[in-house]
């Protein structure tokens, strides 16, 4: 595809069904029968395009490409078993590369139902439909990971106060008790697991800033807590 052509895509407001339209009909394919090696390369040029001339590329139109690439695996491991010689391995070079080309389109195999490899002609606008079906499979996911990230209450605790308040506290509690050590146990008010990750967290920190110095001889024991070196 020219850059003039694919400049005329950056610039218009098309949707990823017009591209891959568009394509067909420049590439003079036959919609009924596609080359789904060809529609692939072209998509993920567009797709390069984009990137290389700062035009912001939508999360559909990487999904999309990583189908077509899906697709064009597919296909081409169908087509290498009905042939030998240097045919074959003309396409075990073109499946390399393939896959070091899909890395740069990835997204979760989860999330994309298994595909059979091609048994009969591809339509262009069954193809469009199928991809459509993907994406909104891929929707529903986004939205469901939305409402559990909303449903997420994250403490408007500053972590630096309670850093400087537990600190306070081991300095305050040595001088008392004039020992080198105090029991981690004996920092916590109620020894239930909301308070022991509130001064844990901010005990991690003190130790690895070296204002305190904690030891633990077995693990899941107490820890001891003593002035650092800092």
Same mark, same amino acid.
């Given at each position: 595809?020219?850059?003039?052509?694919?400049?005329?895509?950056?610039?218009?407001?098309?949707?990823?069904?017009?591209?891959?339209?568009?394509?067909?009909?420049?590439?003079?394919?036959?919609?009924? =029968?596609?080359?789904? +090696?060809?529609?692939? @390369?072209?998509?993920?040029?567009? #797709?390069? /395009?984009? $990137?290389?001339?700062?035009? &912001?590329?939508?999360?559909?139109?990487?999904?999309?490409?990583?189908?077509?690439?899906?697709?064009?695996?597919?296909?081409?491991?169908?087509?290498?078993?009905?042939?030998?010689?240097?045919?074959?391995?003309?396409?075990?070079?073109?499946?390399?590369?393939?896959?070091?080309?899909?890395?740069?389109?990835?997204?979760?195999?989860?999330?994309?139902?298994?595909?059979?490899?091609?048994?009969?002609?591809?339509?262009?606008?069954?193809?469009?439909?199928?991809?459509?079906?993907?994406?909104?499979?891929? =929707?529903?996911?986004? +939205?469901?990971?939305? @409402?559990?990230?909303?449903?997420? #209450?994250? /403490?408007? $605790?500053?972590?630096?106060? &309670?850093?400087?308040?537990?600190?306070?506290?081991?300095?305050?509690?040595?001088?008392?008790?004039?020992?080198?050590?105090?029991?981690?146990?004996?920092?916590?008010?109620?020894?239930?697991?909301?308070?022991?990750?509130?001064?844990?967290?901010?005990?991690?920190?003190?130790?690895?800033?070296?204002?305190?110095?904690?030891?633990?001889?077995?693990?899941?024991?107490?820890?001891?807590?003593?002035?650092?070196?800092?």
């Amino acid at each position: 595809m020219d850059e003039k052509k694919i400049m005329g895509f950056l610039t218009s407001e098309y949707s990823w069904e017009q591209i891959i339209y568009e394509i067909v009909a420049w590439d003079g394919m036959n919609p009924w =029968d596609l080359n789904i +090696s060809k529609l692939a @390369n072209h998509f993920i040029e567009y #797709v390069r /395009s984009m $990137d290389t001339l700062d035009f &912001r590329v939508p999360a559909k139109y990487v999904i999309v490409a990583a189908m077509l690439l899906k697709m064009k695996s597919d296909y081409l491991q169908s087509f290498k078993e009905q042939i030998t010689g240097q045919e074959e391995q003309e396409i075990q070079e073109e499946l390399e590369d393939l896959e070091n080309e899909s890395e740069n389109f990835q997204i979760d195999p989860l999330n994309i139902p298994p595909r059979r490899q091609p048994t009969r002609k591809i339509v262009v606008s069954e193809l469009v439909n199928a991809l459509r079906k993907v994406l909104k499979a891929e =929707d529903r996911r986004t +939205s469901r990971e939305k @409402n559990r990230r909303d449903k997420i #209450v994250i /403490s408007a $605790d500053n972590i630096n106060e &309670r850093i400087k308040t537990l600190y306070s506290r081991i300095n305050t509690i040595l001088g008392r008790i004039r020992k080198k050590e105090v029991e981690f146990s004996k920092l916590v008010d109620k020894w239930e697991r909301d308070d022991i990750l509130k001064n844990f967290v901010p005990l991690v920190h003190l130790d690895n800033q070296g204002k305190v110095q904690a030891r633990q001889e077995k693990i899941f024991e107490e820890i001891y807590v003593s002035r650092g070196k800092k």
